[in-house]
């Protein structure tokens, strides 16, 4: 049975089907994926608070669950699995300070220190996206979070933030190739 992949979109978000997010949930649906792509409560400052009970109880995000989280998503993603065990997550420019601006420190994601070795211990597989060139996440935020996690670490081009494009194969490639292939082998 193929885990169910549950998309985490970032904060200012009013609605969760931006940019690439309807494609990349279309293919997962192609290959056979259950989904779970909704718009998470508090959108728009994205708090922890607020965001850790919805994938808990609400969502009920589990150990056959992935976790795709986009910016703060792939944030709460991590802080997720700090807690809870789930099957993997893929990290979308995701970072782990507050980046000392006023709407991530409110979101409450960098209150306490990280626990590394949980999110590690917690999922079988973790993967990182990111961007050569992201305008909003410095380098050495990514950088820091491969060094801590060990994941499968993708680095694109030119790609910023991930704003631009109505689609995402990258990460589409990674997920068939680490979950179809495993999924067919158990069959």
């Keep these: 049975m193929k885990p169910r992949i549950i998309y985490i979109h970032g904060n200012q978000a009013t609605h969760w089907s931006f940019p690439w997010a309807p494609s990349l949930k ?7 994926f259950s989904t779970f792509f909704e718009t998470f409560p508090d959108s728009v400052i994205a708090r922890a608070k607020y965001w850790l009970p919805f994938l808990e109880k609400h969502i009920q995000a589990g150990e056959d669950d992935i976790l795709v989280g986009w910016s703060s998503g792939g944030t709460a993603a991590m802080r997720y699995a700090e807690t ?22 409110q979101s409450g994601w960098y209150k306490t220190p990280w626990d590394w070795e949980a999110i590690k211990k917690n999922q079988e597989q973790i993967a990182l996206f990111y961007a050569d060139n992201d305008p909003f996440i410095p380098q050495a935020e990514f950088e820091t979070i ?42």
Excluded: C, N, R, W
């Design 26 to 32: 279309a293919e997962f649906e192609k290959l056979g």
């Design 84 to 105: 809870h065990k789930i099957k993997g997550s893929v990290l979308i420019s995701p970072s782990y300070t507050d980046l000392d601006d006023d709407l991530e420190k």
């Design 146 to 187: 491969a060094e801590k996690l060990q994941p499968k670490v993708v680095k694109i081009p030119g790609a910023g933030h991930f704003l631009g494009q109505g689609t995402f194969p990258q990460v589409v490639q990674y997920v068939q190739e680490t979950y179809v292939g495993a999924d067919k082998m158990e069959a």
